[in-house]
């Protein structure tokens, strides 16, 4: 199995003390989503994922869910026993957002933790 270099991804020591208060959860990054389910890259390399039924319930506003770019805390680094549970979205240190469509006042994040963009 090939191992990801976690540093090459923009985790910074900022990411890895805070992700040190969920003892037992497993940190990877948000690469892609599609609809309620997430690819992850963790150190063991990338997995499908989804929302605990807690983190879903307590979410207030739809831009608490992961975004692409996001650090997350997972329950595992691999798919052998079926999907990574997601429980927490550690904090972003920049987003961009735009306005969700609709009538609702909500903001969806269209990405996370943005180091560089390219013209």
């Known amino acids: ?6 540093n090459s991804i923009g985790l910074t020591e900022r990411f890895i003390q805070e992700s040190r208060i969920y003892e037992g959860l497993s940190i990877g990054r948000i690469s892609s989503q599609h609809k309620d389910l997430y690819k992850v890259i963790t150190a063991a390399g990338e997995l499908t994922a989804e929302v605990s039924g ?16 996001d650090f997350v805390m997972m329950d595992r680094t691999d ?8 429980h927490h979205v550690l904090t972003r240190k920049s ?24 013209m």
Do not use: C, H, L, W
Request: without cysteine; charged residues 20%; positive net charge.
């Open 1 to 6: 199995m090939n191992t990801i270099d976690m």
């Open 54 to 69: 807690k983190f879903r319930y307590q979410v207030r506003a739809m831009s608490e869910y992961p975004a692409v770019g």
């Open 79 to 86: 798919n052998s026993t079926g999907n990574g549970i997601i």
């Open 95 to 118: 987003a961009f957002a735009r306005k969700t469509a609709g009538t609702t006042d909500d903001t969806q994040i269209v990405a996370a933790n943005i180091d560089k963009t390219i």
